[in-house]
């Protein structure tokens, strides 16, 4: 097979655009496997360029074998650190005893997987679902059935509310209601009765509410967003609202949920019980993609056979590992480690003086630092730091975040800290 582009990246010795931290070291040529993927993969994200091959624990590797501390963690989707031996182990089991039988069946593994999810994070139903993005359209189709059964809105005329900055996936309606120019334009129309508000704001909320409004959408703290954290009390007073306008509270807590907040949800921070939360990414223990949105029956007891569903929602493998994953974040206590060592990871953030940082923000393990764009851009930062080797990936461009798998622990927490500030002191003043 030949190598794509070699004439113009490997053998010159010039390398493209989309190398630009290869200047930072003395190797010119993009490696083939950057190539490869820059050449088949169709260009919808612009990886930092490191090509990693191998993965434990807190741990990344590339294809030279250079070690990365990884501050990403698959934007919160290996809270359990990478190959976790426990879910490797019963994810090797289930694959060799069932792996995908379709909801057509009952199997030997959901039930047990949907039970200690009901029981752990407090609703009496869950439905099982892949990918982020569905799960949340499970809510949304969930919240509009039940606001024309239950609540009685007329036909078609539900209304969801959502948050200015959200970000709950990529899908036609879920970019429908974004507020984000790129995630929109060229893939309109976007379905009806979606209405924006912004973020941390009440009384938007109390004015945007009318008899047609299903469910407000909304996430705990906004992490694709800038890991934008509202005042204390905010989801508080959704919720009285909500529950005064019979409106249904939806958390998206897909990055939120399962520790990484320092609580196991981040609703918990304001006392809050949504009528539904959607969870994703570390409920697949950094193996799969495994999702679900929880419900009490009063709201999921709206669906009937044949209204929704998924070919792999809850297939074997994925509630096996599901079930694991869930187990872990209780026996390895990862929430109160995501507590502890996020308290103390924001103070040492914050003991950073330099000119470029704006603000250092964070709740749990799950923090970001606001860089002035007018000296670095947060990817420029983000590449910075892969030298040093700590993993990290910019959002919106001026926000560098870290969320490290919550198993870390303070040693290696420490040496990533002495990276982070050794980055900005090779900033310079
Ligand atoms: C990542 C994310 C999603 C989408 O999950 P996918 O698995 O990428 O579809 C939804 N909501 C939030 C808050 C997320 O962070």
Redesign the pocket.
Known sequence: MSIPNAATSEHSGKPSNKSSAQSSNDEPSLSANIQLENQYCANNYSPLPVVLSRGEGVYVWDENDKRYLDMMSA?SAVSHGHCNPRLVKVLQEQAQSLGVVSRAFYSNVLGEFLEKACSMIGYQKALPMN????A?ETALKVARKWAYQKKGVADNKAEIIICENN????TIAIVGMSSEAQYRDGFGPFPDGLKIIPYADVSALESAITENTAAFLV?PIQ??GGILIPPKGYLAECARLCKKHNVLLIC?E???GLGRTGKLLASEHDGVKPDGV?L??ALGGGLL?V?LFLADDEVMNVLTPGDHGSTFGGYPLAARVGLEALRIIEEDQLTENSAKLGGYFLEQLKAINHPCIKTVRGQGLFIGIELDPAVISARKFCEMLMDEGVLSKDTHHIVARFAPPLMINKEQLDWAIAKIALTFERLGE
């Open positions: 934007y990918t982020g993005s569905e949340v970000f709950h996936g990529r996430e992490g694709e998206d897909v990055q939120t959607i994703g990414k993609p999702s």
